[in-house]
């Protein structure tokens, strides 16, 4: 299976889960971060906001779903036509074994 | 080296890390998160929903966004391959209470680990005893 986490504006992530859920993938964790970009974070005047926060959003789905989803999170995270700096990223990493404790049972 | 993510119950936090220490595998890094599972709603809402049709107007509108985030930890190990499985069982056998919400556990590859400390990279960085030998020479 496939993992993505994508980390996006705080003020997105509700739209992002929405989209998630018409889009069939209701099963998402939240974190809280903070963190910067390429730009090095925001400069006004002389003060650098270096840390900034954001949300890091966590799906797990099968492989041929990947594109779909990665499609779903880019579309809805994006602001304005073009998208801007600090729409953020979204990283997508291999799960060999995925369990549910629930059952004990393994899923892939 | 394996990477194991587990996302567990809030209150099982401690008797999870009991478990692992008793297993051999006392590090861990615990994070705070929220999340849903593929469970859509509780029956418990859609009966009170349909009991009161009439004052659930916002309700729906809640429930069009899906069920709601719940508090969970995160928690992850890295240990040697052959590690992974007792990793694994020891957090099924400690979380499971059969109820939906128990969590999940996912299981990756991580290419290489370096221990800061030391810069010693690959299973040495890892490696519990071989950490604890020289912290005592």
Redesign the interface.
């Known amino acids: ?1 496939i ?1 993505i986490r994508a980390i996006v504006r705080p003020e997105r992530t ?1 739209t992002v ?2 989209s998630l ?1 018409e889009a069939g993938y ?6 809280e971060v903070a963190g910067r970009g390429k730009q090095r974070g925001l400069k006004l005047g002389n003060v650098v906001y270096d840390e900034l926060p954001k949300e890091m959003l ?1 799906v ?1 789905v099968n492989d041929h779903e990947k594109d779909f989803v990665v499609r779903a999170v880019m579309e809805s995270a994006k602001t304005g036509d073009k998208g801007a700096y600090g729409d953020g990223k979204i990283f997508v ?12 049972v393994r899923e892939s | 080296m ?1 990477e194991v993510t ?3 119950r809030m209150n099982k936090i401690n008797q999870t890390k009991e478990a692992l220490v008793s297993e051999g595998f006392s590090a861990v890094t615990a ?8 469970r ?1 709603v509780e029956p418990a809402l859609i009966q009170a929903i349909n009991e009161n049709p009439r004052d659930s107007a916002d309700l729906l509108s809640g429930l069009a ?3 709601r ?1 719940y508090a ?1 930890r ?1 928690i992850t190990l890295v240990a040697p391959d052959d590690k992974a499985s007792s990793i ?1 069982q020891t ?2 056998k400690v ?15 991580i290419s290489d680990v370096v221990r800061i400390r030391t810069g010693e990279t690959g299973d040495m960085a890892i490696d519990e005893m071989n950490g604890s030998d020289r912290r005592s020479k």
């Open positions: 299976m993992m509700a889960m929405q859920l209701p099963a998402v964790t939240k974190i966590m797990v990493s291999n799960i060999d074994e995925v369990y549910t404790i629930s059952s004990g | 394996k587990a996302i567990i994070i705070r998160a929220l999340g849903r599972g593929k859509p966004q899906g069920g985030l969970k995160l694994i957090i099924i979380n499971q209470t059969g109820a939906p919400g128990d969590g999940k556990i996912f299981v990756s590859d």
